[in-house]
T-cell receptor
């Protein structure tokens, strides 16, 4: 039972490069989320997808784009990476809004 | 801004002792959730308490909710070294837009 799978686990980028973080869940959940976690802080919501075909901005969406590819997959794209986007990125899913979320183990992203 | 704020920021106790951490929030909620994060891992859901509940238990965990004070507490009884982790409260006043606090880092000494 894989739950939520994120790839890659680690990545180093140069300023201005682009990349896509992948997330897939096998729990048939409707809703998916992308968060970032900076040292000593809680998670901040970047984007979420309430259901397949919809996406909405969270607290810190600037510099990111998302795609809900299908019910299982939700990707996060950095078009032009900046050092301020160095962080740990977590993907999560839930069956319904306001319900427990299941998290992946994160992608550790460093931008030089 | 953070909806949930945990207190204390860090807590160090001996194995066998109880650990209490608190969370305050700002707006009305439908429920409040507590999560645990072990070092280098994702968050794991511990317990959900609804706005019409005052107390909830799950194993060694006890959660209380006081909606009049907009606060919640998480009590871990008889702590073990394996309880060493960060603990976060979370609310979703806008439905999907979940807001996490900065967390309490718990260290349980064997």
């Amino acid at each position: 039972n894989a739950g939520v799978t994120q790839t890659p686990k680690f990545q180093v980028l140069k300023t201005g490069q682009s990349m896509t973080l992948q997330c897939a869940q096998d729990m048939n959940h409707n809703s998916m989320y992308w968060y970032r976690q900076d040292p000593g802080m809680g998670l901040r919501l970047i984007y979420y997808s309430a259901s397949e075909g919809t996406t909405d901005k969270g607290e810190v969406p600037n510099g990111y784009n998302v795609s809900r590819l299908n019910k299982r997959e939700f990707s996060l794209r950095l078009e032009s990476a900046a050092p301020s986007q160095t962080s740990v990125y977590f993907c999560a899913s839930s069956g319904l809004q306001d319900q427990p979320q299941h998290f992946g183990d994160g992608t550790r992203l460093s931008i030089l | 801004s953070q909806q949930g704020e945990e207190d204390p920021q860090a807590l160090s106790i001996q194995e066998g002792e109880n650990a209490t951490m608190n969370c305050s929030y700002k707006t009305s909620i439908n429920n409040l959730q507590w999560y645990r994060q072990n070092s280098g891992r994702g968050l794991v859901h511990l317990i959900l308490i609804r706005s019409n509940e005052r107390e909830k238990h799950s194993g060694r965990l006890r959660v209380t909710l006081d909606t009049s004070k907009k606060s919640s507490s998480l009590l871990i009884t008889a702590s073990r070294a394996a309880d060493t982790a960060s603990y976060f409260c979370a609310t979703a006043p806008g439905g999907f837009k979940t807001i996490f606090g900065a967390g309490t880092r718990l260290f349980v000494k064997a």
